[in-house]
């Protein structure tokens, strides 16, 4: 097919039909979800990072608009506080889309955002039409592409999920074009346009929409303009686009780059480890195809188009020579899809996530636009090589039907069956109007996959959408309303309790709406020091884009965080699982549920247990900034357990800068050990280092027989219980060793008389049980059972993506208790398999001691703290020298000033903010501005100003040629 640049005749005509084709679309797509009461908000990302960003980058930009000078680079809500331009701009500052909130009201956010997605959807194929459009497509042909390019898996989850994922389907077929056009001997400035807009909009989507635009060149040139190409004239244009689109975009590309460079995100483990996918990703992933309608994406491979799809791939592949670019390109993708490298590679060398899929819906609408345009013209013999390829690919979808019992593909079989018919109808002139009732087809296909991805009885998209109201209602109930009459100042944070929800439903992480400053925070870039912090404390939370969530309830690091506020659910997990020191405060009216979680021996209303929200406060939290005279050297800090460093945070403080006039800190023996044995409820005693675990109903005891002793007892009271792995190892059993396990374990339990133990079923049942779960996966989870609950080290399998960390160590929080230490506790791991466990149990003793440190802490508190945008202010007046430390994030971007004079911001505790500072009264400033900022914005200047020129010289020649 060839690019034409004449402008087309009935253009007009043909927009005006496709923005009735999209009407109808948009009614499936988002109707269902209006229909069932739902919103298009769903409970995870949307929730958490998308609308509440939306709603704070609006009332920032309005800002900004009445007072331009006033430029807020630091949040003190995200989290324990973060640089704001790095967030905005991986999420809004570049995102064309998001400026469309100001033209609603802050009081319709939810509905701006919903709008907003429905005119992202509306732009997606509305870019494919302008594509399409270069090419001698009938009109309707150009609507089938659009309908086959607009409704696939990908975008009906993004649409949703990820808003910002739709904005590759605007750009790419934007970027062809314009790369058409240079190859053509055309201007370089439209695609200077379109690649400014690529480097803005996401830096993450620029990398994956930069190398599809690349590919496209290349293969491009080879298959059709090998020998017809000025090739110094065009490398000069691209050149030309290039660079100035990197000029004009460096205000946000490079202080994004350090960002990411200086993030959490750096040194994940490529591919999560994966050399091949598990089995079950190839036997599904020919379903994938025409699966239009899926949730749940296979490492993001979403593939799902309208069923016509597979029979414009088959047609194209019948004539390899006439297609040679989109033969090669689609085979290339189809080939990089068996391969975990390839996610992993485009998605940045971490997880395997094949999002890079976006890439292939151009080339697969372009197919299916040449399937339609040719359909009238098809010989008996095309026809054929059709119904064979069908018959053969309905065997492999029948064949995965019956092993997965998945009856999602029931309407993508059926309309490829009617497509196929159609086309034979056609070619028998049996229809008038062909291109007609193709449209008609492929619109219920896709009408059909939208409503089923959204229908609730399926429980798929519509189970994970908030419903009309309630993200009002969460946001007003975060905390149960005991947040009001609470301060909103960031000198103090607050914090809920791991696993126990507040709001049923969905995992809030991000606070971004109450005023208060939660220590949880959920974003995509963080800082890589709290990263390093939270890793050598071993905080069994962490995670590279959650950081710190509640801080696995450790008391210490609550304190040091300054959560003065904990929030608890009463009928929620780990309820009693409180952090030392925290007193209930405050609790919201109870509510008796008469059906559940009531003692059976209840006679009256009064001895029934109510449910409530309850505030707990502590004395104990440490102050945001504050003096230490009392250092801990990083040699020292390394020979720690992370307990011990968890504990030396009340003790000292760790500098990386100078320590004249300090002292060495005293570390008190206030980390316990305890000895440990581990006990099968067979009776028989266990090495954690040589565990086989072949029994899944095999429990252990992991007993403490120094608590028999009363002497010890009474040295452990009031302790935090943890349990230190510096060693984590877990290797699978084979598939065929896992059956076997499975099955002994199936036949000792078929012990009554009678009982027949069916051999060749169970083995077929267990093989389909681990095939469909990929086993054998590094994935377990190691729980232990206590008084509060059940706390558990849990290594994620490794298609999850974003979240993935590989597991070889960490310490886990039992609970602390008032009283006496258990004797006891319950271990069993999930899976079986083999394990190398090596750990220690501790009791981390929090008494007078440790609440003396942190009076210390309190009383050379910074004083008079004023905070103001970018700045923080205070007067401390120190006996010695020492350091003012604190739990603010450290960053490049801080500056600060002692008594008007500038200083050295040093880095404490590995992660956080401070100075030296010498005997005497001192006022402390600091002030934050983005890291590369300054720079990015001199270079766009210079792109600017490069731009102007260019411009000029471009109209001069143009003007005197004319």
Not at 91 to 107: H, S, V
Not at 941 to 958: D, P, R, V
Request: proline share 4%.
């Amino acid at each position: 097919m060839e690019f034409s640049f004449t402008r087309r005749h009935g253009l007009r005509k043909l927009y005006l039909e496709y923005t009735v084709t999209f009407i109808f679309l948009a009614a499936c797509i988002f109707g269902t979800y209006l229909v069932t009461g739902h919103t298009f908000i769903l409970s995870k990302d949307a929730l958490n990072q998308h609308l509440p960003l939306l709603v704070k980058y609006r009332a920032a930009l309005i800002e900004f608009l009445h007072h331009p000078s006033r430029l807020t680079f630091w949040s003190w809500q995200m989290g324990l506080g973060t640089d704001t331009f790095q967030v905005y701009s991986y999420y809004t500052i570049g995102d064309a889309f998001a400026y469309l909130a100001l033209l609603f009201p802050a009081a319709k956010m939810t509905m701006a955002y919903q709008v907003i997605a429905m005119v992202r959807m509306y732009c997606v194929g509305l870019a494919f039409v302008y594509f399409a459009q270069h090419f001698n497509f009938r009109n309707h042909v150009i609507l089938i592409g659009t309908v086959a390019y607009t409704v696939n898996a990908f975008l009906l989850y993004a649409a949703v999920a990820q808003p910002f994922f739709t904005t590759p389907f605007i750009l790419f077929p934007l970027i062809v074009v314009q790369i058409e056009r240079v190859l053509k001997g055309g201007s370089a400035w439209p695609l200077t346009g379109v690649f400014t807009w690529m480097l803005i909009s996401n830096y993450y989507l620029a990398f994956v929409l930069g190398i599809g635009a690349l590919a496209y060149l290349v293969l491009r040139v080879l298959t059709h303009y090998r020998t017809r190409l000025d090739y110094l004239r065009t490398l000069g244009k691209l050149s030309f686009a290039t660079v100035t689109s990197l000029l004009l975009s460096a205000v946000l590309l490079v202080p994004e780059i350090l960002a990411v460079t200086n993030s959490t995100r750096t040194g994940a483990q490529f591919a999560n480890g994966l050399k091949v996918y598990p089995l079950y990703y190839y036997l599904f992933l020919p379903k994938q195809l025409i699966n239009g309608g899926q949730w749940y994406f296979m490492y993001w491979t979403a593939l799902g188009v309208v069923s016509i799809g597979f029979l414009a791939l088959v047609y194209i592949y019948s004539r390899p020579k006439k297609y040679p670019l989109l033969t090669i390109s689609l085979g290339l993708s189809m080939v990089m899809l068996l391969i975990p490298a390839v996610g992993a590679f485009f998605n940045g060398m971490m997880s395997a996530s094949n999002r890079w899929t976006l890439l292939i819906y151009l080339p697969l609408a372009m197919a299916v636009c040449i399937l339609t345009q040719d359909a009238p013209q098809f010989s008996r013999h095309t026809l054929w090589i059709l119904n064979v390829a069908t018959i053969i690919y309905l065997a492999v979808l029948i064949a995965t039907f019956y092993f997965a019992n998945n009856d999602d593909i029931f309407m993508p079989v059926l309309f490829l069956i009617i497509s196929l018919m159609a086309l034979w109808l056609i070619n028998f002139h049996k229809t008038r109007f062909p291109d007609r009732w193709l449209l008609a087809i492929v619109l219920l296909n896709a009408g059909f996959n939208a409503i089923y991805a959204a229908f609730p009885y399926k429980g798929d998209f519509t189970d994970k959408m908030l419903s009309r109201g309630e993200y009002q209602a969460i946001t007003a109930n975060r905390y149960g309303r005991l947040d009001q009459g609470l301060s909103r100042t960031p000198s103090y944070r607050v914090s809920t309790i791991s696993q126990n929800q507040i709001i049923a439903g969905p995992n809030l992480d991000n606070d971004l709406t109450s005023g208060l400053h939660n220590i949880d925070s959920y974003y995509s870039l963080q800082n890589k020091y709290l990263g390093e912090f939270n890793t050598s404390l071993q905080n069994n939370q962490y995670q590279a884009n959650i950081p710190i969530r509640q801080a696995d309830d450790r008391t210490v690091m609550n304190n040091f965080f300054g959560v003065r506020y904990l929030f608890v659910q009463s009928n929620g997990a780990n309820a009693t699982k409180l952090p030392a020191g925290y007193f209930l405060d405050k609790t919201s009216q109870p509510i008796i549920n008469y059906d559940v979680g009531q003692p059976s021996s209840a006679t009256s209303k009064d001895q029934l247990i109510p449910i409530q929200t309850e505030r707990y406060k502590t004395n104990n939290a440490f102050p945001l900034l504050y003096w230490q005279d009392r250092y801990i050297s990083h040699a020292r800090y390394k020979q720690l357990s992370p307990t011990e460093k968890e504990r030396a945070l009340a003790s000292g403080v760790v500098v990386n800068g100078p320590t004249t006039g300090m002292r060495a800190a005293k570390l008190h023996q206030t980390v316990i050990p305890i000895k440990s044995t581990l006990v099968s409820n067979r009776f028989n005693t266990i090495n954690p280092a040589k565990l086989k675990y072949v029994d899944s109903d095999e429990k252990y005891q992991l007993q403490f027989p120094q608590m028999q002793d009363k002497a010890f007892r009474q040295r452990v009271r009031g302790s935090e219980l943890h349990i230190e792995f510096s060693k984590i190892r877990y290797t699978p059993f084979t598939m065929k060793e896992q059956i076997h396990y499975d099955m002994h374990h199936r036949q000792a339990m078929a012990n009554n008389p009678g009982s027949v133990f069916n051999e060749r079923f169970n083995k077929y049942r267990y093989w389909r049980y681990h095939v469909l779960n990929g086993s054998p996966d590094i994935s377990f989870n190691l729980n232990y059972f206590s008084r509060f609950g059940t706390a558990s080290v849990v290594q994620a399998k490794q298609n999850v993506l974003s979240l993935f960390k590989h597991v070889t160590n960490g310490t886990l929080n039992i609970g602390y208790y008032d009283g006496n230490l258990p004797q006891k506790l319950t271990f069993k791991p999930s899976k079986l398999g083999n394990y190398e466990l090596k750990y220690r149990v501790v009791a981390e003793k929090l008494d007078g001691n440790y609440t003396q440190e942190v009076r210390n802490i309190q009383r050379h508190a910074l004083t008079d703290l004023q905070f103001s945008r970018n700045r923080v202010s205070g007067k401390i007046t120190t006996p010695r020298a020492g350091v003012l430390t604190s739990s603010i994030p450290y960053s490049s971007g801080w500056r600060v000033t002692v008594n008007g004079q500038a200083a050295k911001t040093i880095r404490t505790n590995q992660a956080f903010l401070g100075v030296y500072l010498p005997q005497g009264t001192h006022r402390v400033v600091f002030t934050y501005q983005t890291p590369g900022l300054r720079t990015g914005a001199m270079v766009s200047l210079l792109g600017l100003c490069w731009t102007a020129a260019a411009a000029i010289i471009s109209w001069f020649f143009k003007y005197r040629q004319q």
